[in-house]
């Protein structure tokens, strides 16, 4: 979700999503997990890889795609109330990470796989990196620009006029 947003915004955008956010949740996670560990130590390790690594690289790819649209969907003016979209967003999320969960743990975001990785000892595997960091990356590019292509673009009046309401 941070790269669609850089993605789609202008490249001052693009460079703090980057240069910032992404290290910065991808050192959360490393933190976040080790504690979650210290605390629990009998807790599970996280999100595993299932099946072969091509299989995983597009499960997560499909994944990822479809979150991303329906976020993008939702973000733009549609009826309904703000409550409305974060239930509509939260279902589809926890819809898609079940699907997901038995194959390649569902995570559809890198930097919360890293941790757990990180933890393992198994950040630095070619299955890591195709099936947790490329797929996902290049789902999320995809339905970014198939999002541009197949949605009308907001003119300013309407962006004015979503403004106001």
């Not at 490249?11 to 240069?19: H, P």
């Not at 939260?90 to 933890?119: E, F, Q, R």
Request: net charge positive; aromatic share 8%.
């Amino acid at each position: 979700m941070v790269l669609s947003s850089a993605v789609s915004g202008d490249f001052n955008q693009f460079l703090s999503t980057v240069g910032a956010r992404i290290p910065a949740q991808v050192i959360g996670s490393i933190v976040g997990v080790r504690l979650i560990i210290q605390t629990f130590p009998a807790i599970g390790l996280g999100p595993r890889l299932n099946v072969d690594i091509h299989q995983g690289a597009l499960t997560e790819g499909f994944l990822t795609f479809a979150i991303v649209i329906i976020s993008l969907g939702l973000a733009r003016k549609i009826p309904g109330s703000f409550f409305m979209k974060t239930w509509i967003a939260s279902v589809s999320k926890l819809a898609l990470h079940i699907l997901g969960s038995d194959l390649t743990g569902g995570c559809m975001n890198p930097a919360a796989v890293m941790g757990w990785a990180y933890a393992r000892g198994d950040h630095i595997t070619k299955e890591h990196i195709l099936v947790y960091w490329l797929a996902p990356i290049e789902a999320t590019l995809l339905a970014v620009w198939t999002f541009k292509l197949v949605v009308k673009p907001i003119t300013e009046k309407e962006h004015v006029k979503a403004k106001s309401d």
